[in-house]
T-cell receptor
Framework: DIQMTQSPSSVSASVGDRVTITCRASQDINSWLAWYQQKPGKAPKLLIYAASSFQSGVPSRFSGSGSGTDFTLTISSLQPEDFATYFCQQAKSFPLTFGPGTKVDI | QVHLVESGGGVVQPGRSLRLSCAASGFTFSGHAMHWVRQAPDKRLEWVAVISYDGSNEYYADSVKGRFTISRDNSKNTLYLQLNSLRPEDTAVYFC???FGGGGVRSWFDPWGQGTLVTVSS
């Protein structure tokens, strides 16, 4: 199985801050990576797929990069609605696996 | 507007069974692979199973293989998950999600339903 790790597990930030979250795969997954945002009591929402492609409607302050084993999600200027938990997910092979999540709070 | 609505969750004793449903609307259900993903109380997400657009292929997480069965009825725009031999560690919110992009059954998930809670406890 491909193991996904994320760092940090949590980050405290302020509105306007630049936030970077890292995701690492245990083996090469090319660009088979997605990022999701989840708010309390809600389902995850797809933000980025294929490592760097925006899902429709996602604000441009979100960006994704990386390939192989190392990936990043960057929020260029944190907005109040961005406080949430972020997960990465690989789709290179079964079982499809998620990272443990990074909580972004104030 | 795309909608996925899960139902069928509840409290069940270990060893018992449950069937979850996911009603889809607002998109061509029969054209998409469909997944079940669960979220345990510690908030970790775990992919559970996927079924191809036509029902011809299924894949499962090892943790549920042989106990859970995914199926679909394209005439009813509905996805199912039969949960047998339930264990306390199966306690989670179960989400259905449409496959998006990727490579057929290997894909990302969008959109998601709101989830249905399954609690396995004596």
């Amino acid at each position: 199985d491909i193991q996904m790790t994320q760092s940090p597990s949590s980050v405290s930030a302020s509105v306007g801050d630049r936030v970077t979250i890292t995701c690492r795969a245990s083996q090469d997954i090319n660009s088979w990576l997605a990022w999701y945002q989840q708010k309390p009591g809600k389902a995850p929402k797809l933000l980025i797929y294929a490592a760097s492609s925006f899902q429709s409607g996602v604000p441009s302050r979100f960006s994704g990069s990386g390939s192989g084993t190392d990936f990043t999600l960057t929020i260029s200027s944190l907005q109040p609605e961005d406080f949430a938990t972020y997960f990465c997910q690989q789709a290179k092979s079964f079982p499809l696996t998620f990272g443990p999540g990074t909580k972004v709070d104030i | 507007q795309v909608h996925l609505v899960e139902s069928g969750g509840g409290v069940v004793q270990p060893g018992r069974s449950l069937r979850l449903s996911c009603a889809a609307s607002g998109f061509t259900f029969s054209g998409h692979a469909m997944h079940w993903v669960r979220q345990a109380p510690d908030k970790r997400l775990e992919w559970v199973a996927v079924i191809s657009y036509d029902g011809s292929n299924e894949y499962y997480a090892d943790s549920v293989k042989g106990r859970f069965t995914i199926s679909r009825d394209n005439s009813k725009n509905t996805l199912y998950l039969q949960l047998n031999s339930l264990r306390p560690e199966d306690t989670a919110v179960y989400f259905c999600a449409s496959g998006f992009g990727g490579g057929g059954v290997r894909s990302w998930f969008d959109p998601w339903g709101q989830g249905t809670l399954v609690t396995v406890s004596s």
